[in-house]
């Protein structure tokens, strides 16, 4: 009997709900002495689904020449980078606030991206609410460690304790549990994909509330969106006549390297003024940095495989 997409989701769901109940009996010490070990994993294991990348490009730009195609994403990819990280430079907090909102709908479209050819519209609600959570929850839950986060990449100190960040996390939480149920209702999502995203979602929101902020969400980035992300790109891409595995494995190893190879230097440059708490605002510049880009050839590439044909 062959293994389905949905057999390793199940499975997805059942490993976290267990990492979620372990973190409970675990002692609150662990994770912060094991902190930089479990951020290098995270790191190696979270990065590689960014690095294709190029292969994504050139399967939007395939009636381009090769040496045309490999060009114009050098000069897309780090022109992106350039107008970017200008914005930080000038506008930390403008910047930060541009990165949030594209994480937002990177996180729901690549969980939902089935419903693009659905409905415009209720697909982008779906992706913003959907991502908000993801994002919001654990943030709100942790408000300290990401107060220090925040302050590390902007020189901003925001204080998001409050007794309205409870009304703020269970809202979110009961009005993604609506809309998924609504989906189902009103004929947009299966039975089986109901129970999925129900299941899902419930267990992520376990998660956060079980483990330390950079413990849970980097096990989400990972285990989830990552994995995610790199089966779409490999399944869709293998609409190319000209795809092969071998060649987008080594591409993927390439580009991560070069992105390890970045964050070094982010930090060489940057590290040493980022001393408010966790020290680990390097490692989320780097990551919005790659994520603005690789967001806006993601979401060409979901809707190409819908419509087929889509210039750059």
Known sequence: MSITWS????????????VAMCAMVLPSTWFSEHIVLIAFFLILLGVPHGAGDYWIFAYL?????????????????????????????????????????ISVFHFGQSNWNYLADYNRYISVFTYLLWGIAILG???LIYHQEASLIIKEITGTHINLDSIWRFYIIYGLIIINIIHIALMF????????????ELAG??????????????????????????????????????LDNKYAIRPFLYQV????????VGLGLLYLLVGRNMN????????????????????????RL???????????
Do not use: C, E
Request: hydrophobic share 55%; no cysteine; net charge positive.
């Open 7 to 18: 057999d390793v989701s199940y499975s997805r769901i059942s490993i976290t709900f267990l």
């Open 61 to 101: 730009t395939k009636q381009l020449a090769s040496k045309t195609r490999q060009f114009r994403f050098v000069m897309y990819y780090f022109g992106v980078l350039a107008i970017y990280g200008l914005i930080w430079w000038i506008a930390p907090f403008a910047a930060f606030l541009i990165f949030l909102g």
């Open 137 to 139: 929850v654990p943030i």
């Open 185 to 196: 209702f009103y004929g947009a999502i299966s039975r089986t994909l109901f129970l999925k």
């Open 201 to 238: 979602f419930v267990t992520l929101m376990t998660l956060f509330f079980t483990t330390p902020l950079l413990i849970g969400f980097g096990f989400y980035f990972v285990f989830w969106h990552s994995v995610d992300a790199m089966y779409d790109q490999i399944n869709i891409l293998r």
């Open 253 to 260: 190893a390439a580009l991560s390297f070069l992105s390890f």
């Open 276 to 299: 408010y708490g966790l020290n680990m605002g390097v490692l989320f510049l780097f990551i919005s940095m790659i994520t603005v880009p690789h967001s806006i050839l993601m979401d």
């Open 302 to 312: 979901y809707y190409s495989a819908i419509n087929k044909t889509m210039n750059l």
